[in-house]
């Protein structure tokens, strides 16, 4: 993030944002394992890999008869294999030193490329066709994978309302906030990543959960919740804690009043907020006035 952030205000602000299309399942074995071959000289371990990528998927049939049929994966690295995410970042490091080569734009047209996993951006001042070409011909051609054009685009930051989203962030230039003729990068959780955010913690405090005691609720949500917020503490996180913030607490005095036959209140004088504080609940656009009881 830090990454992308100082090269559009070096001014590298017109954006290829590419999305591959089911990366993990496309990545040839022949091409991965050349790769491997250029960086690990022990044929045992390379015997060891080349088994687990080709090891037979058996599929039952249907219908009368039952059986079942096999067949071995040319393309693909597992799901959800441990060695899976480590190999398929491995194969795009070769698209890294290509566009850092000689010939690539890094060195041709001074564009910044970012990575993580089968995640990347090119950042560039004017981003020409021949960058675009490059990296288009390079990974659907040597590297046999496929660009889903639907998705992939090219955004240009200087331009009013433009914005990128990469790994769960939104980079977008906003009006100054105290009013000033100029504008600032701002950075926050984007509203998929907050929708989703949304969508587990109502998974969390739904009708299922009334069986589990109030402080093991409260424990669990803190720990997401931190969690949550340690990874989106980049940028200006500050207004979707706010909003994430009054989220949880209203979900959690649902959960309270639906766990009860009785309506459940909170005791006498004591507004929502400070009983759900008093709870432990940690608030996170506040984290000084967290609860400590069960965080």
Known sequence: MEEIRGHVLAGYQAVYD??????????????????????????????????WLEAPVVER?????????????????????????LLANLYLHWFDALF?????????????LVRYADDFVALAK??????????????EGKFQLEINREKTRVVDLREPGASLDFLGYTFRYDRDRKGRDKSYLNVFPSKKAVQRE?????EMTNSHQCFKP??????????????????????????????IDWFVRSRLIQHLQRRSQRPYHPPPGEAWYTHLKRLGLVCLARPSESGTAHA
């Open 126 to 139: 004017q981003m020409g066709t021949e960058t675009i070409e490059f990296i288009e011909s390079r990974v």
């Open 61 to 85: 049939k249907e219908g009368q008869g039952g059986g079942s049929r096999w067949s071995r994966p040319k393309k693909g690295t597992p799901q959800g294999g441990v060695a899976s995410p």
């Open 198 to 202: 949304r969508d587990q913690l109502r």
């Open 100 to 112: 850092h080569g000689r010939q690539g734009p890094a060195r041709t047209a001074d564009v910044k």
């Open 18 to 51: 590419a999305d591959l299309k089911g990366y993990f399942d496309s990545i040839p074995h022949s091409q991965l394992l050349a790769c491997l071959r250029a960086r690990v000289v022990d044929r045992t371990v390379l015997q060891l890999i080349r088994m």
């Open 214 to 243: 109030i402080p093991t609720l409260i424990g669990e949500l803190n720990r997401h919740l931190k969690g949550w917020a340690n990874y989106f503490s980049f940028g200006y996180p500050t207004g979707v804690y706010w909003e």
